[in-house]
């Protein structure tokens, strides 16, 4: 049996996955639905794609979680060792677990998206949510690539920390906390911002979209780069964090 198999049959066999992937999408839906469906009638009628994923940050940290747990829950009950046994090259383990992890969340982003589309233009009717750009395109679409990379960051960070509440720690205080505190610092804290990795996932999925008037996540002037650049950039973090982790792995014992 292969790995990818192997790996996916592990996944599934426990319930924390079953319930990260049902929380992702309800928060994501969910959410949409509430501000589109309760939002005054003014705001309604001027909403916009962008305004039907206002749930999606919280739903890719709660996949981050998840991918997290994949590892790291088998450093907790030492299950890890018996997968170096049954292959022992461990780099081709792990590659293994992160594909199966990170085509799941991508599958999960792309649904919880578009999902969370359908349903605010269900609920609000009186607005144009039709998609009618490239630029919506790729936010919908996109948004399972930013969560297929963030579970690879996701992973590595497991891999590494090998401790479950470390690294969940880590990842929800990395996007949500430190690189907003980094634009605090005088002089280069807004520069230092503009290069940060989840700044430039949220770069791709925001940039050139319609969020009205006064700027915002929409605004190509809050990035570093454009929005494909700006992917391939949050692709190189995730490679280079999975890069250390294979290595990690391959020289640590378990």
Same mark, same amino acid.
């Given at each position: 049996?292969?790995?990818?198999?192997?790996?996916?049959?592990?996944?599934?066999?426990?319930?924390?996955?079953?319930?990260?992937?049902?929380? #992702?999408?309800?928060?994501?839906?969910?959410?949409?639905?509430?501000?589109?469906?309760?939002? $005054?009638?003014?705001?309604?009628?001027?909403?916009?794609?962008?305004?039907?994923?206002?749930? +999606?940050?919280? =739903?890719?940290?709660?996949?981050?979680?998840?991918?997290?747990? #994949?590892?790291?829950?088998?450093?907790?009950?030492?299950?890890?060792?018996?997968?170096?046994? #049954?292959? $022992?090259?461990?780099?081709?383990?792990?590659?293994?677990?992160?594909?199966?992890?990170?085509?799941?969340?991508?599958?999960?982003?792309?649904?919880?998206?578009?999902? +969370?589309?359908?349903?605010? @233009?269900?609920?609000?009717?009186?607005?144009?949510?039709?998609? @009618?750009?490239?630029?919506?395109?790729?936010?919908?679409?996109?948004?399972?690539?930013?969560?297929?990379?963030?579970?690879?960051?996701?992973?590595?960070?497991?891999?590494?920390?090998?401790?479950?509440?470390?690294?969940?720690?880590?990842?929800?205080?990395? $996007?949500?906390?430190?690189?907003?505190?980094?634009?605090?610092?005088?002089?280069?804290?807004? @520069?230092?911002?503009?290069?940060?990795?989840?700044?430039?996932?949220? =770069?791709?999925?925001?940039?050139?979209?319609?969020?009205?008037?006064?700027?915002?996540?929409? @605004? +190509?002037?809050?990035?570093?780069?454009?929005?494909?650049?700006?992917?391939?950039?949050?692709?190189?973090?995730?490679?280079?964090?999975?890069?250390? +982790?294979?290595?990690?792995?391959?020289?640590?014992?378990?």
């Amino acid at each position: 049996m292969s790995v990818i198999a192997v790996e996916r049959i592990k996944l599934f066999s426990t319930r924390s996955p079953w319930w990260c992937m049902i929380i #992702a999408a309800v928060l994501t839906v969910g959410l949409s639905a509430l501000f589109l469906g309760l939002a $005054p009638s003014e705001q309604k009628l001027h909403a916009t794609i962008t305004d039907t994923q206002g749930g +999606a940050q919280l =739903s890719q940290m709660v996949i981050m979680v998840m991918a997290a747990l #994949a590892i790291t829950t088998e450093y907790r009950f030492g299950t890890i060792r018996t997968s170096f046994q #049954a292959v $022992p090259q461990r780099a081709a383990l792990l590659l293994g677990k992160t594909f199966v992890v990170a085509m799941l969340s991508g599958l999960i982003g792309v649904i919880a998206s578009f999902g +969370a589309w359908a349903i605010g @233009d269900l609920v609000n009717s009186s607005a144009n949510l039709a998609i @009618d750009s490239a630029a919506e395109w790729r936010l919908l679409a996109g948004r399972g690539l930013i969560f297929a990379l963030s579970a690879v960051i996701a992973v590595a960070v497991g891999a590494l920390i090998r401790q479950s509440a470390g690294a969940i720690v880590i990842l929800l205080v990395w $996007p949500l906390l430190v690189e907003q505190l980094v634009q605090l610092i005088p002089k280069v804290g807004d @520069d230092l911002n503009r290069w940060a990795p989840f700044t430039n996932a949220n =770069s791709f999925l925001f940039q050139g979209q319609d969020v009205g008037a006064g700027g915002g996540p929409g @605004d +190509a002037t809050s990035y570093a780069m454009g929005p494909w650049w700006a992917l391939l950039y949050f692709a190189g973090w995730a490679a280079a964090l999975m890069t250390i +982790a294979l290595v990690s792995a391959s020289k640590r014992d378990a």
